[in-house]
């Protein structure tokens, strides 16, 4: 159900076999699979590849930045929010699962200051879950919890979602629809994505520190960093411009921009910002620029989901953030009409965010778009580190 904060794709990060050292390219240029270009025709091989893909994928908005270190490749709308109202990069979005990360730098910070630590059993802090002395810190965070999740999978949830998209829900409300549903598997044993593991990691971390998701997230995480165009809120109305987002899951194409987004992740991780904050926010935590090297370490190792399907060593989940061998990380969230996508390389120091809204012909499909279109860029902007979607 595209509902969902984050909807895991099965990707293949397929490097190329015996691939060469990429050129150093001259100042003023830009590596591609065609070589070094200049970076003006770059940006512009970009734009046309997105003008390409706006009909073809039934898209009526993208915004996309690319930045090769920090500074801006491509940073630019597509398409309108609303009929004679263009799509730009200052426009707000809710970017969904891209906040985990936040999340996990919290936790992470908190393990290195010596307050807890991720191999601590849920127990320790909220005694109440099913086989929460099984279940642990890193656990949660990996996804591999074998807990249910309130969304995915739960059509009476769903259902009550449909009939009133504006309802403000509680975490508290989250966490017990997702526990109407049996646990999946024994704990880390299996991979099964549910934001019920971040909604509960919200709350060990209030019970550490004593203080709000929310709280913290704006003294540990965005104002350490300067994003003052994220905003941290469950309410439907979030800071303008706003970039218009249209679903067609309940039957007839809507704009659902403004309806109630509580029922995503939990209480503090709820975010809106615009394009310039996403790409930024997502490479600091990429580079592990919050937290000790140790704990960096920690955040993109295979060991927790590799064995696990739909896991390899080729791509993982480590903590909050998907990994490919050929050292893309990226979150892809799927929320409320919008697809987005947040992604960093840093063999090459290079970011990316996008976020496509979809036209009536594409607004019930399912589909993530904005992955579909990262992909494609990564063929053209890092080509001995390209990610493909089988089938596709």
């Known amino acids: 159900m595209s509902l969902a904060c984050a909807l895991l794709v099965a990707f293949v990060a397929v490097p190329s076999a015996g691939a060469a050292a990429p050129p150093?390219?001259?100042?003023?240029?830009?590596?591609?699979?065609?070589?070094?270009?200049?970076?003006?025709?770059?940006?512009?091989?970009?734009?046309?590849?997105?003008?390409?893909?706006?009909p073809?994928?039934?898209l009526?908005?993208?915004?996309?930045?690319?930045?090769?270190?920090?500074?801006?490749?491509?940073?630019?709308?597509?398409?309108?929010?609303?009929?004679?109202?263009?799509a730009s990069p200052r426009m707000y979005w809710r970017i969904g699962s891209i906040a985990i990360p936040y999340l996990i730098d919290i936790l992470l910070q908190l393990q290195d200051e010596g307050k807890l630590s991720l191999d601590d059993p849920l127990s320790k802090y909220r005694p109440n879950f099913p086989e929460s002395s099984e279940v642990t810190l890193r656990m949660l965070a990996s996804v591999t919890s074998g807990y249910p999740d309130f969304?995915?999978?739960?059509?009476?949830?769903?259902?009550?979602?449909?009939?009133?998209?504006?309802?403000?829900?509680?975490?508290?409300e989250l966490i017990h629809w997702a526990f109407t549903l049996p646990v999946v598997c024994k704990p880390g044993t299996c991979f099964h994505y549910a934001h019920t593991n971040f909604a509960i990691l919200s709350q060990v971390i209030s019970k550490v520190t004593g203080k709000s998701i929310s709280a913290l997230m704006h003294e540990r995480v965005l104002g350490p960093l300067g994003l003052d165009h994220t905003a941290v809120t469950r309410f439907p109305a979030f800071p303008g411009p706003a970039l218009h987002a249209y679903t067609g899951e309940r039957g007839i194409y809507e704009d659902d921009t403004f309806w109630s987004p509580s029922w995503s992740i939990g209480a503090g991780t709820v975010m809106a910002a615009n394009?310039?904050?996403t790409v930024r926010g997502f490479r600091a935590m990429a580079r592990g620029e919050l937290i000790s090297k140790q704990s960096n370490r920690e955040r993109i190792s295979p060991t927790n989901t590799e064995n696990l399907k739909p896991f390899s060593s080729s791509l993982y989940y480590g903590l909050g953030v998907t990994v490919s061998a050929s050292g893309?990380?990226?979150?892809?969230p799927f929320i409320d009409g919008y697809t987005g996508i947040a992604a960093y390389l840093p063999s090459q120091d290079l970011s990316l965010g996008i976020v496509t809204?979809?036209?009536?012909?594409?607004?019930?499909?399912?589909?993530?778009?904005?992955?579909?279109?990262?992909?494609?860029?990564?063929?053209?902007?890092?080509?001995?580190?390209p990610v493909e979607i089988p089938g596709i």
């Open 151 to 172: 969304i995915q999978e739960n059509e009476p949830f769903q259902k009550l979602l449909f009939e009133n998209p504006f309802r403000q829900w509680s975490a508290n």
């Open 328 to 332: 893309w990380q990226f979150q892809n």
């Open 357 to 385: 809204t979809q036209l009536p012909e594409s607004s019930a499909n399912g589909t993530s778009n904005a992955t579909i279109i990262f992909t494609r860029l990564t063929e053209y902007l890092s080509p001995d580190h």
């Open 275 to 277: 394009m310039s904050d």
């Open 56 to 58: 073809e994928l039934g």
């Open 60 to 86: 009526r908005a993208t915004v996309l930045r690319i930045d090769t270190g920090e500074e801006p490749l491509v940073n630019r709308g597509f398409g309108n929010s609303m009929k004679g109202v263009p």
């Open 24 to 54: 150093d390219c001259e100042s003023g240029q830009v590596l591609t699979s065609i070589g070094c270009v200049s970076r003006a025709n770059a940006a512009k091989h970009v734009e046309a590849m997105i003008r390409e893909a706006m």
